[in-house]
């Protein structure tokens, strides 16, 4: 099956600084991909589709100037947290289709201190 | 309100028998569904993905049954395992779109 890969798998940062996530699509090319979000016990919650060559679609509640999205390619997404808080603190998550089925990479644990 | 509900409750079964999770979903209409495998600080996996038109789909020990009339999914291992221990996320798309939306999972403990 496809490969979908993240980096870094985990970061800590201090508040008020930047955080970058890059997600991957090891052996296909993806020109949407999707970025989740995940809280502990909780369910994946879409923050945003990630369009190459065009901007990002963010769900209602997601702040698009704090969490910057670029699809500069067919096999790369980026996912900025700008000005991070301690609040920011999740699992995230990104995915994309190929071939009608959705695989997920395998996460990015953002803690900020 | 649009909800998709799976028991929180995890579900302890013992090895070798079967294991049923429930997907439950109000206010939407999918025409598809979908279940995935998490474990611990990982990203899900995909198991199996049924349509509106189809009452049920197979895959090894997997089964899977969708009423859209119930609005129910129901999600099956035979012959468990205790490699089979996990959380099992549901996931329906949201009509015209790309996009699934996530239950909150069940986690199943199989024991030995």
């Known amino acids: 099956g496809a490969v979908v890969s993240q980096h870094p798998s985990r970061v800590i940062c201090k508040s008020g600084t930047s955080v970058k996530i890059e997600c991957r699509s090891l052996?296909?090319?993806?020109?949407?991909m999707f970025w989740y979000r995940q809280f502990p016990k909780q369910s994946l919650m879409l923050m945003a589709t990630?369009?190459?060559?065009?901007?990002?679609?963010?769900e209602q509640g997601v702040e698009k100037d704090k969490f910057l999205i670029n699809h500069a390619s067919l096999t790369l997404s980026t996912l900025t947290v700008t000005s991070a808080h301690p609040e920011d603190s999740s699992f995230y998550i990104c995915?994309?289709?190929?071939?009608?089925?959705?695989?997920f990479g395998p996460g990015t644990r953002l803690t900020v201190t | 309100s649009q909800k998709i509900e799976q028991n929180s409750e995890a579900l302890n079964i013992q090895e070798g028998k079967t294991a049923t999770l429930t997907c439950n979903y109000t206010?939407?209409?999918?025409?598809?569904l979908q279940w995935y495998r998490q474990d611990p600080g990982r990203g899900p996996v995909f198991l199996l993905l049924i349509r509106e038109n189809e009452k049920e789909k197979r895959k090894e020990r997997l089964k899977v049954t969708f009423d859209t009339t119930l609005k129910q999914s129901l999600f099956h291992i035979t012959a468990s395992q205790p490699a089979d221990s996990a959380t099992y996320l549901c996931?329906?798309?949201?009509?015209?779109?790309?996009?699934?939306?996530f239950g909150t999972g069940t986690r199943l403990k199989v024991l030995a």
């Open positions: 990630s369009n190459e060559g065009s901007k990002a679609t963010y």
């Open positions: 052996d296909f090319q993806a020109t949407t």
């Open positions: 995915s994309a289709f190929s071939m009608g089925e959705q695989y």
């Open positions: 996931a329906l798309d949201d009509t015209g779109t790309y996009k699934y939306i």
């Open positions: 206010n939407y209409s999918p025409a598809y």
